[in-house]
């Protein structure tokens, strides 16, 4: 790929600079909608674009805004950038790097939205982040690009940056909106949804920071522009974050469709020491673990691909095990994390995690009888389809998945076997 | 618009909108609940309500529905169970609600709520009435796959205040305290901390869990997680017997159950163990405040008199019911048509009606101690029949005025607060602001002591005399008006803050008039309420009592002697001493040697409410039954028939041998209890949701309602044509004009005798407006001095804005003699 759509800051330098982005075309195209097309003309081009949710759930980011309950007034826009899913870090890049096409994109969503008030969501650790953002902002309203009766227009808005206080499940989009209303951080029940009653019971859309910062560029070059990039379900690019036994780890913007083969071995340089490649992760913690067979390395990383193969590409974080690493120690550190985020609100989750993370402190103990692999494996099965929000499931899929992919390593720890693996 | 569907096979037609579990319910299936609660909005939290749901199935292009091979629609199954306590129900819908698939799941929920839970039901409170014990015999495993040394260790005697206590490790986070707090009673003062396994319910509140309503949550606690500090570890349910009762505290009349067990401590007799609400959607639902909750305990007081006492050679010794009742009897004798009986609307119906009758037949007066005017209007203007809060909605209005309804009767200020969620009109109208200002969509402000301007201005807008056009009111005044005018039904709630008597009766009239211009007199959810200082104050005036508008020094008068039942007026004002000392006879009849007692020459032991039958009518004239729920304290009687007793001493023939035949007497002779008897009282139907049964987890532990839901008497209509008359205006000059105002927890001798709620009383001390304290120049920590008509008192004081202008306020009941609003110079104390 020759030309970066959401990290452009990789081919301009300084973009984070407001005179840098305004020479780039910056604001052109919010410039542009808010003058001359109705909130109904950019719904319907983001739709036709293709885009989908980049924060895990790929859903079409128009069809999403197209469900806002009509009529009903003051709206909401929301990004979500409480980035926090292991091994995701693209949104943290982007919004220190490229800033002002994120906000750009925040723009837009709100005039589509037909929303006066826009949040910014961001994790606890975005501290110093966040208050660059707020300086950004300050920018912006001086050179009136945000504030009152925008370009002449009845259009306004405010943007609001706004930290969480350290929770994982804040990103799931309804935690998020109690959060942000001052409310301990637990997923609302759905429906309704956040586009019929969201923040403070208006419509609202959350959005992902880049399924936003993908805005600008989509509206300023259009629709059939953005389609060539990608596959024709999954169109455009996704920023890929690398981590793990890798010898290049980072995030990679490429389109959808690229193969974890060519992704991994030809732009991360492929796996260090010479060891060979295990397993992938393919959407950190919250996606079943996949073996690093031929089939799953040329498979393309898109939104119906890797399902097809037993995963799903989530937030795309990728993260590479090598043939050193056992699986059960990854699975244990995993239910570890997910133990403890888990918010308490519903029972399998609350519950069944802590139940597994201490089976899994007697696996790693090596005192695990042979039957705790199997309750694991039950009791996770048993967490899905269960709880009230997606995180549940997340927080078993991996560790099922795992016993069922990788059986050996959990086997390696009963009691009695041989001792630890490496 | 109704929604016919299947469930396990049976076919049931619900309304639209109605959720799964409630149809279910309806149905006669029970779905396993924990955090969903019939009263409350659904979470879905616990997910025990698993369920699989199959659709119609539709074609995704024209919408039609699809047919299977022989021609029915098609059903499709989602691969996911789901919650019936978030899903509202759909046509055509297959439910499985017994499938092995949905046990399945239900019994993993289960599981996973077992794996932290300390399974301590052999010490548990909750154990033997316990939905979690309940669901684990039906859904749990027989044996444990979860270790045992795994097992969370948490705090297992947390108090969240004085009266509730958590034990953390039974708590299995279903929010339906939180909930409650929040969305029931608009108290959120308990919460969730932390997250995961470790989320934990704390409160945030000085007092810890500052509610009327706590002691509700552990009724409807799933698990034995909250407890009441005076229940837990104090008795096994299987062990309790029950009886019905009503509670003795406020007019609202809430149905009670009292637990009892015969214990050791009580020589083997029974004893009440815990005061639960008992059902009743029309009058308390299954909610009770926390004084009908947790005051019961004064009736095992060691104060309270076990035997008459007479006075010898001037001190009160005891004496033999005999002694006491003959030498009562001459008193009486001797003093006939001069002797007065003074009662209060503490007492039941039956008592009432045969001290009425004894002082009738004596020539005497019988005075009603509760200083409130209006009796005899509700009796002509009271609600319909059939009223009820709950069944409030956006067309109708309720107009609150001159009470404090959160202090005064917590179950309507409940029912209101959630009737005017549902969108009725609510307007409160009030010197100061309260608690209910907060739901109200119109707030009245008047100036102290105009209850009655703002009332008549009301009136002139609703098209009264155009004599009233100079009280014509702001713009408040004027928009409540014209909500009441729009509104199809009106019930108007009247109290006494900020009056004296002659102020309550030109009030009551007021609002009744109000309630003839709407022409819906008669009608459900239209009419008067009162709110009585009293739980019986309403029944004192059916049975013929009347207060004395000039103050019962004036009844005193010329009296030679006094007869006083279940009041304590020189407790109340120990100034108001002397007439009672100059009575040749005094005789009182009370639970304990209150301080007009120790005055008096003849002392009569009577019973407590839990040891007793009769009836009660309250505030929206329900007459409702008590039953006796623990045998009498020895040495004790009931009121009713020491009355008796004494009136056949003087040849009068009252009834004496049982409360339902006093009763029949009542339905001869009082009009509008004509025909009424035992019986009607006792009747019931079926009530939703149901409570109390084998589904502990769908209601909570409140009980059902098996012994009555009482009759709710008609009004009279309005008879002759009132005319409203010039109400006096309250003038403080330069002074301040003090107010009493009613708090919950007062200085009575139910609370003084019931140690649990002692954190809780109100203090004595003068409420002053910050200005008033500055204006003043007082200091932060002082005390003042207030005098009025040469009494002087040293107070402590305490700074609110929300006292008006020109006015104090201090509780009623707390310690200072003062019932009517008085005025008073403040000053500094020079201490």
Redesign the interface.
């Known amino acids: 790929m020759t030309e970066h759509i959401v990290l452009r800051h990789r081919d301009i330098e300084r973009i984070d600079r407001l005179e840098v982005y305004l020479e780039n075309g910056g604001f052109r195209a919010f410039e542009s909608i808010v003058r001359k097309k109705s909130p109904e003309q950019v719904i319907d081009i983001v739709k036709k674009s293709g885009l989908r949710g980049r924060g895990g759930a790929g859903f079409p980011t128009g069809v999403k805004w197209s469900f806002l309950t009509p009529d009903v007034h003051p709206r909401y826009v929301v990004a979500n950038a409480d980035e926090s899913e292991p091994g995701t870090f693209k949104d943290r890049e982007i919004m220190e790097r490229n800033p002002f096409q994120f906000l750009e994109g925040v723009a837009i969503c709100a005039y589509a939205a037909q929303a006066e008030v826009a949040y910014i969501y961001c994790r606890a650790e975005f501290w110093d982040l966040t208050l660059e953002l707020d300086r950004k902002i300050e920018q912006l309203k001086e050179a009136g690009l945000l504030g009152k009766k925008l370009f002449g227009s009845d259009f306004s808005l405010e943007m609001y940056t706004h930290l969480g206080a350290g929770?994982y499940?804040c990103g799931e989009e309804t935690a998020l909106l109690e959060s942000l209303e001052g409310k301990?951080?637990?997923p609302r029940?759905r429906p309704p949804f956040p586009a019929a009653e969201g923040l403070y019971g208006k419509p609202t859309v959350v959005n992902n920071v880049e399924t936003l910062t993908n805005l600008p560029l989509i509206i300023d070059r259009g629709v059939d522009w953005y389609r060539k990039i990608g596959t024709e379900k999954s169109t455009g690019t996704k920023v890929f974050s690398v981590s793990g036994n890798i010898e290049l780890p980072g995030n990679y913007e490429l389109p959808l469709g690229t193969t974890f083969r060519e992704l991994i071995f030809e732009h991360a340089g492929g796996i260090p020491n010479g060891h060979a490649i295990k397993a992938i992760l393919p959407a950190g913690a919250s996606a079943p673990i996949l073996p690093a067979s031929d089939e799953v390395l040329d498979t393309k990383m898109d939104y119906e691909s890797v399902p097809e193969v037993g995963s799903s590409l989530g937030s795309a974080s990728i993260i590479v095990i090598d043939e050193t690493v056992n699986i059960a120690w990854v699975e244990s550190k995993i239910t570890d994390f997910f133990?403890?985020?888990?918010?308490?609100?519903?029972?399998?989750c609350?519950?069944?995690?802590?139940?597994m993370k201490?089976i899994f402190e007697r696996i790693m103990d090596d005192t695990a009888q042979a039957h705790e692999i199997d309750?694991l494996h039950t009791v996770g099965i048993?967490i899905q389809?269960?709880?009230?929000c997606a995180l549940g499931d997340f927080a078993a899929l991996a560790v099922t998945t795992a016993v069922e992919r990788f059986r050996p390593d959990f086997d390696l720890h009963v009691q009695g076997k041989s001792s630890k693996a490496a | 618009m109704s929604v016919t569907l299947t469930i396990d096979g049976t076919e049931v037609t619900v309304p639209e909108g109605t959720l799964l579990v409630d149809a279910a319910k309806r149905r006669g299936t029970d779905v396993p609940v924990f955090c969903y609660h019939p009263k409350m909005k659904p979470v879905g939290m616990c997910r025990v309500c698993l369920v699989e749901i199959g659709r119609p199935a539709r074609d995704r292009a024209t919408g039609e529905s699809l047919l299977d091979e022989s021609g029915n629609p098609l059903i499709q199954f989602g691969p996911n169970l789901e919650t019936a306590c978030t899903i509202t129900v759909g046509q055509g819908w297959q439910v499985r609600v017994s499938s092995e698939k949905a046990i399945q799941g239900r019994k993993e929920i289960v599981e996973y709520l077992l794996t932290s839970h300390p399974l301590d039901c052999p010490i548990c409170d909750k154990g033997g009435e316990c939905p979690l014990q309940d669901l684990t015999m039906g859904h749990g495993s027989g044996e444990s796959r979860f270790l045992f040394d795994d097992k969370i260790r948490l705090a297992k005697h947390y108090p969240l205040g004085e009266l509730i206590f958590l034990d953390r490790e039974r708590c299995i986070q279903c929010a339906r305290c939180t909930r409650f707090q929040d969305e029931i009673v608009g108290d959120p003062v308990i919460g969730f901390y932390e997250r995961g396994r470790r989320l934990e319910i704390v409160t945030y509140s000085d007092p810890g869990f500052d509610s009327y309503f706590s002691g509700n949550t552990t009724d409807i606690c799933p698990v034995g997680a909250l407890t009441t500090a005076d229940f837990r570890f104090g008795a096994r349910p299987w062990e309790l017997n029950s009886a019905a009762s009503i509670c003795p505290h406020c007019p609202v009349g809430c149905n009670l159950t009292l637990s009892t067990r015969r214990e050791a401590s009580n020589a083997g007799r029974d004893v009440v163990k815990r005061v639960m609400p008992r059902q009743n959607e029309q009058v308390n639902e299954i909610w009770i405040c926390d004084k009908g909750r947790f005051v019961h305990h004064y009736a095992r007081s060691p104060e309270r008199l076990t035997s008459p006492r007479v006075r010898k050679n001037g001190k009160l010794v005891k004496a033999s019911w005999n002694e006491a009742l003959t030498r009562a009897a001459e008193g009486l004798k001797g003093a006939a048509s001069s002797a007065v009986g003074i009662a209060s609307g503490r007492l039941m119906n039956e008592d009432l009606f045969n001290l009425k009758e004894l002082m009738a037949a004596l020539g005497g007066r019988a005075i009603l101690v509760d200083s409130m005017a209006g009796g005899n209007l509700i009796q002509r203007y009271g609600v319909g029949v059939g009223s009820n809060l709950g069944s409030l909605g956006k067309r109708d209005a309720v107009l609150v005025i001159a009470a404090d309804l959160h202090e005064e009767a917590p179950i309507w200020w409940l029912r209101l607060k959630q009737a005017a969620e549902r969108g009725t009109t609510l307007i409160v109208a009030n010197a100061r602001a309260t608690r209910l200002d907060d739901y109200a969509k119109h707030r009245v402000r008047y100036d102290p002591g105009e209850a009655v301007q703002a009332a008549l201005g009301v009136l002139l807008l609703n098209g009264g005399d155009p004599e009233l056009a100079r009280f014509e009111g702001d713009r408040a005044l004027k928009s409540a008006a014209s909500a009441i005018k729009r509104a199809r039904n009106v019930t108007i709630f009247f109290g006494q803050e900020g009056l004296n008597y002659a102020g309550t009766e030109a009030l009551a009239r007021a609002c009744a008039l109000i309630t003839e211009s709407k022409g819906r007199l008669g009608k459900s959810n239209n009419g008067l309420v009162a709110v009585w200082p009293r739980a019986n104050t309403q029944g004192a005036w059916d049975m013929g009592l009347r207060p004395e508008p000039a103050g019962l020094h004036r009844a005193l008068a010329g009296a030679k002697a006094a007869y006083i039942v279940a009041a304590d007026p020189v407790g109340d004002d120990p100034a108001a001493a002397a007439p009672f000392e100059k009575l040749s006879t005094l005789i009182v009849q009370d639970l304990f040697l209150t301080a007009t007692a120790e005055l008096a020459d003849v002392v009569l032991p009577a019973q407590a409410f839990v040891e007793r039958a009769g009836t009660f009518t309250s505030g929206e004239r329900r007459v409702q039954r008590l039953y006796p729920a623990v045998g009498a304290l020895a040495g004790s009687l009931p009121d009713w028939k020491i009355v008796a007793n004494l009136a056949h001493r003087l040849e009068v023939d009252l009834e004496d041998k049982a409360a339902p035949l006093v009763f029949e007497r009542i339905a001869a002779a009082v009009p509008d209890y004509l025909g009424l008897s035992y019986d009607d009282l006792a009747a019931v139907e079926p009530q939703w949701p149901e409570v109390g049964g084998a589904d502990l987890y769908f209601g909570g532990t409140a009980y059902a309602n098996k012994q009555g839901l009482g009759v709710q008497l008609a009004p009279r209509g309005a008879g002759r044509p009132l005319k409203w008359k010039a109400p006096p205006r309250a003038s403080a000059g330069k002074d301040l004009l003090l107010t009493p105002v009613t708090v919950l927890y007062d200085r009575g001798s139910a609370l003084r005798h019931s140690s649990l709620l002692e954190g809780r009383i109100a203090p004595l001390q003068l409420i002053l407006h910050p200005d008033e304290i500055e204006r003043l120049g007082l200091s932060e920590a002082g005390e003042v001095e207030i005098s009025w008509d040469g009494r002087s008192e040293r107070l402590k004081f305490a700074a609110s804005t929300d006292v008006p202008p020109g006015s104090a306020l201090v509780p009623r009941g707390a310690g200072l003699a003062l019932s009517d609003p008085t005025p008073v110079t403040v000053r500094r104390s020079n201490s």
């Open positions: 929770a499940i301990l951080g637990q029940l133990e403890h985020e888990s918010c308490g609100k519903c029972t399998p609350r519950d069944g995690t802590y139940w201490h309750l048993g389809g269960k709880c009230l």
